[in-house]
């Protein structure tokens, strides 16, 4: 995994923000872009330069769902590893995201364990 | 708050009945105009005891809404500089609910990084004992007195390192359990859209009973508005610490404490 790649991460919540940013830090990854929603997040991606997406889920403008299918329907983004950090904890909820591909779901409220674990996981797939 | 419901349903009830025997006696005595206009009597007493009741609900859950936002209200005022106005809605009290959770998340996590650059501090004050530690480790050879006290400074000094890993992530803990701040912010904006929605059919049930009031002379709206005895009232149902004039006399910790725990956390 590169250290130094570049992650979006996309939450209403600042709160929740700063959280993951606190525990991405903690596995030496500092190079961190913030947006608090789909909607601000997509020109920012289209921007280019951000090689992993960690977005919530429930957020007013655009979700992290549609923002999810609109990184994998664009030819540059689709490759990306997208992380899903969120409440939404239904069944439905999470394979629907799967279909959407997603590359990992974290349920909140989570331990930095299980956000370190899903990353790691992500990147060894990726390999 | 929703009162008067049962009553009047009995009052419909022993009128029913009054008029079933008074129609009963007059088919009896073979009247039928007189019989006609009896049950016409009923169908309309049956209206308007409907839309009394109707109007009644409407009411209590009206003025339930109001006696919710004005008891937050009175929480939320003790507060030095409160951004809520004193005539702000439901949805506006919770929204700053949301607000000041996210402040305090982010005190919290300002105060956990001062303590883990601390943490850092102690880490690299832990390198220069380890140089200090290896001169001592030297003196021992030369010096019989000194003997046994390099391993056991080194075990001292592996404890402390051990002691510090925790305490990184103990505090690395405090920052993740600052989540509440999302999750219970997520829970708050949909009772916000609740409360909204409720208040907005309310004001179109209003309306509309107010319409029936006026097409039908059923006075289904009357009544005090006890509500105004209580926005004079601010200091009501809360400790003897609330007083609105004083507000800078109370400390910042018991305010969110008490705004919390008058919501239920």
């Not at chain 1, 903690?26 to 977005?55: H, R, S």
């Not at chain 1, 923002?67 to 239904?90: C, F, H, Q």
């Not at chain 2, 404890?159 to 103990?170: D, F, K, P, V």
Request: hydrophobic share 40%.
């Amino acid at each position: 995994m590169n250290k130094d790649m570049k992650i979006l991460v996309v939450d209403d919540f600042s709160t929740m923000r700063r959280i993951i940013k606190n525990l991405l830090r903690d596995l030496g990854m500092t190079n961190v872009q913030e947006a608090d929603d789909g909607q601000t997040a997509l020109p920012i991606l289209k921007q280019g330069g951000i090689d992993f997406l960690v977005t919530d889920w429930n957020m007013p403008g655009m979700t992290g769902i549609e923002l999810l299918k609109e990184v994998r329907s664009d030819p540059k983004l689709a490759p990306m590893p997208v992380l899903m950090v969120t409440a939404e904890a239904k069944k439905e909820q999470i394979i629907a995201a799967a279909q959407a591909g997603v590359n990992g779901y974290v349920v909140k409220p989570f331990t930095a364990a299980v956000l370190k674990e899903k990353i790691d996981k992500i990147f060894e797939r990726l390999g | 708050m929703i009162s008067g419901t049962g009553k009047g349903m009995g009052h419909f009830e022993m009128d029913l009945q009054l008029k079933a025997q008074e129609l009963v006696s007059v088919l009896n005595e073979g009247k039928l105009s007189d019989a006609m206009e009896i049950i016409q009597e009923l169908h309309e007493f049956r209206h308007q005891t409907f839309f009394s009741e109707v109007g009644h609900l409407t009411r209590g859950l009206h003025e339930a809404i109001k006696s919710f936002s004005t008891e937050l209200g009175s929480s939320l005022e003790i507060d030095d500089g409160s951004p809520v106005q004193e005539d702000a809605d439901a949805a506006d009290r919770l929204n700053y609910v949301i607000e000041i959770t996210e402040k305090n998340a982010h005190d919290t996590m300002d105060r956990v990084d001062k303590a883990l650059s601390l943490v850092d501090k102690l880490d690299s004050q832990s390198e220069r004992f380890k140089d200090l530690l290896s001169l001592v480790g030297q003196l021992e050879k030369e010096h019989d007195s000194l003997n046994g006290v390099y391993d056991r400074t080194c075990a001292v000094k592996e404890e402390s390192e051990q002691t510090i890993g925790i305490l990184r992530e103990e505090l690395t803990d405090i920052v993740v359990s600052q989540s509440y701040q999302d999750i219970t912010g997520q829970l708050i904006r949909r009772v916000i859209n609740l409360v909204t929605n409720v208040e907005t059919h309310l004001v179109g049930l209003m309306e509309m009973a107010a319409q029936v009031e006026r097409l039908s002379g059923v006075e289904i709206l009357s009544g005090t508005d006890d509500q105004q005895t209580n926005k004079k009232n601010p200091i009501q149902a809360e400790g003897p610490q609330i007083n609105k004039e004083s507000a800078d006399v109370v400390s910042n910790q018991d305010e969110v404490d008490d705004l919390l725990s008058s919501l239920g956390f």
